[in-house]
């Protein structure tokens, strides 16, 4: 019974040791540590793998903390957005190697003599006529001011599998007799007069037939060879007549634009064209304004927070605005659509802003734009395809023209965080506006009339695997895998620091334990040993104690004789 006592005893003056519980009078035993305070104290028994775990669990922690509280990820983003050297941008900007078509298609008159005699004429859109656009950026300069000057190389090459026959015959009106005739209303009698015997004794016609090639890359008339020669150097036009002759080889325009590093907001826009802050095609602002994306890179919309992007078009010598209409997917990456307004061309009653392309001679019309000063005074006009959006009189004046809005608007789908385009089309439609000219003989017939030459698409529908890749990782993969990725960490770097506490903890604990249930031992076995003792001597007395000696004189069996 008593062994009973110390034994509980001894165990519960180690609970109440390692626990801190004061003991059942009140008085404290003696002044003890609480059990934090004892791990720490005693050393907790750490051995060097337990060491080695907790630094490792305490830089998993500080790294996950430090993942998840900056954002690290948008700062590797910026930095390899900004156009410099040996960036991601600057290598998808100078050669974007993305397949960019140009799509051309041509109206061909059915009815040119009907025309003449009053009829509606009556137009077959001919097309597409596609061609590849390999284009990179050459003679590349870096400026202290962060712009960088370059220029564009463009090279066209046909692809006969996605177009039509590009050597058959069109009927379009002849563009070079047609502005002559035009421009001949402002001159004196006599001159008109001389330009029609000219014109009478070559046997111009007004309507010419060509191949889809030769109108829009270059064919050889007199009336623009000599023009070329004998022109002011502002309004002199190329040796050879062609749409889009300007377009292959090396370009002359010299091009500046903001790197980005001075801000986002004008990340990718235009500072300067041959060396001019402004369009010198028109007076007055906005339309002479070039802070307008080249078609490359815009300014992200996640960071300028813009409704509005501008997009500058060479060959209708302006820049255009792209009005934020919604997100898309596009290849399963976010992006952005932009489209364009509908008054964007022509009718400044109802845009104010158009109305700096206004001349003496230009009556605004709506959906029609002149761009006769960068088109060396020819009169050529802008509009969508088909007179898409425009002044209903247009469409009734001609046959054969149907607007379709997915078809003939034009758009764009920009990554809102890197600005990048996914996708883009600009689609326009070049008009010849002409006036009825009665002193040359050989156009007297043709009335005041906007006559459609053609459209054309020019844009990119898909990125090659490399940028879509990039452009996934930033944008998808990198926005989902860093959160996962850092709070990974801080769980596991906490939990291994408190594992390897809760091991010490518990094996701390135990120490007591054994204690006890050695004293528990030795007590017993002192007990044991004890008892043993004791019974042997028992029984050895017992022995001695409870067997009596017999004597022969007390024994039953005898007796006296």
């Keep these: 019974m008593g062994l009973h006592k110390q034994y509980l005893k001894v165990g519960r003056n180690a609970r109440d040791q390692l626990f801190g519980i004061p003991p059942p009078d009140g008085k404290p035993s003696s002044p003890g540590p609480t059990p934090l305070s004892m791990l720490i104290s005693q050393g907790i028994k750490l051995n060097n793998n337990r060491v080695a775990v907790i630094i490792i669990g305490i830089i998993t922690l500080i790294i996950g903390i430090v993942l998840s509280s900056i954002p690290w990820l ?19 900007w100078q050669r974007p190697g993305v397949v960019r078509l140009t799509k051309v298609y ?19 859109e001919v097309g597409p006529f596609v061609y590849r656009e390999d ?47 035009t421009q001949s209303n402002s001159l004196g009698y006599f001159l008109a007069k001389t330009i029609s015997l000219m014109l009478t004794a070559a046997k111009y016609k007004p309507f010419i037939e ?58 990718g826009y235009l500072n300067r064209i041959n060396g001019l802050d402004h369009l010198p095609f028109w007076e007055d602002p906005p339309c002479r304004n070039i802070s307008a994306s080249e078609g490359s890179l815009f300014p992200p919309r996640d960071i300028t927070k813009a409704d509005v992007v501008y997009v500058y078009d060479k060959d209708i010598c302006r820049t255009l605005p792209l009005v934020y209409r919604g997100p898309v997917v596009k290849d399963g990456l976010d992006a952005d659509l932009y489209t364009m307004p509908e008054d964007v061309y022509g009718d400044a009653k109802s845009n104010g802003n158009n109305s700096c392309f206004d001349t003496e001679e230009y009556r605004a019309t709506r959906g029609l734009q002149n761009i006769s000063p960068c088109q060396y005074g020819a009169p050529v006009y802008i509009s969508h395809p088909h007179f898409m959006e425009s002044d209903p009189k247009l469409l009734d004046s001609v046959e054969g023209l149907n607007p379709n809005r997915v078809q003939h608007g034009s758009y764009f789908k920009i990554q809102p965080k890197l600005g990048v385009p996914l996708e883009g089309k600009i689609r326009v439609q070049l008009n010849l506006k002409v006036e009825k000219s009665l002193h040359i003989q050989s156009v007297k017939n043709f009335r005041d009339f906007v006559f459609p030459i053609m459209w054309l698409e020019e844009g990119v529908s898909e990125l090659t695997p490399p940028i879509r890749r990039w452009i996934y990782v930033a944008t998808v993969f990198g926005p989902t895998a860093i959160p996962i990725l850092s709070y990974s960490l801080i769980v596991g770097g906490a939990f291994s620091i408190i594992l390897v506490f809760v091991r ?36 050895n007395r017992d022995s001695y104690t409870l067997l009596k000696v017999v004597n022969d004189t007390d024994s039953p069996d005898t007796s006296p004789t």
């Design 74 to 92: 948008d700062y590797c983003i910026l930095r390899n957005l900004k156009l410099w050297n040996n960036t991601i941008s600057f290598q998808y």
């Design 106 to 124: 041509i109206f061909n008159v059915t009815n040119p003599e009907g025309f003449l005699n009053g009829e509606k004429p009556k137009l077959v």
């Design 135 to 181: 284009m990179e950026k050459t003679n590349i300069k870096f400026h202290d001011n962060y712009t960088v000057t370059f220029q564009h190389k463009k090279i066209l090459q046909f692809v006969p599998e996605l177009s039509v026959d590009k050597n058959q015959r069109i009927v379009t009106p002849n563009i070079p007799l047609l502005t002559l005739s």
């Design 210 to 267: 060509l191949t889809a090639d030769e109108l829009v890359f270059g064919y050889d008339d007199t009336l623009v060879s000599l023009a070329h020669k004998f022109y002011p150097r502002n309004k002199r036009p190329m040796s050879r007549m062609g749409l889009l002759i300007g377009r292959n080889g090396t370009l002359p325009e010299v091009s500046t634009i903001y790197t980005g590093h001075t801000g986002m907001d004008k990340f």
């Design 504 to 539: 010490a903890y518990k094996n701390f604990m135990a120490d007591p334990a054994v204690e006890i249930l050695e004293m528990g031992r030795r007590s017993l076995r002192r007990g044991n040993s004890f008892i043993a003792q004791h019974q042997l001597r028992l029984m």
